[in-house]
């Protein structure tokens, strides 16, 4: 089983994500949520999911610090950031924090699928390696 945890300020948002991710994934996976980056941070130490899919702006500690705290980790996830601005700064920050791809909202359902499954396909390959 793959462990995704969501991390986004709006529940409308992560029920969408979510939806999205249970009727187009074939792996068993289960979904933890998030409703700010403090929260997701909490979560990435003590359940150490396989894949964070964060907004980049949210309350408190939003998605680049939530990428910069999770560097420090000794087991990080893959990670997705999603994102309702088409800003370059944004977007480097993600890159720089290691994320396998920026998604623009309203999602593309294609894209964001094909990089959920890219994590995926990374844990599994992480798996086989331990």
């Not at 949520?33 to 359940?47: K, M, T, V, Y």
């Amino acid at each position: 089983m793959y462990k995704i945890l969501l991390a986004d300020d709006e529940k409308t948002i992560r029920a969408g994500i979510k939806k999205i991710i249970l009727t187009n994934i074939k792996e068993e996976i289960s979904i933890l949520e998030a409703r700010n980056g403090d929260e997701a941070f909490a979560l990435c130490q003590s359940e150490f999911p396989d894949l964070l899919i964060t907004d980049i702006r949210m309350p408190g500690t939003d998605g680049v610090a939530l990428m910069e705290r999770i560097a420090s980790l000794s087991q990080k996830p893959y990670m997705i950031v999603l994102s309702g601005y088409d800003d370059f700064s944004y977007a480097k920050a993600a890159i720089t924090s290691g994320a396998l791809a920026y998604v623009l909202k309203p999602v593309d359902r294609e894209e964001f699928i094909s990089a959920v499954n890219k994590g995926i396909q990374l844990a599994k390959e992480s798996r086989k390696k331990m």
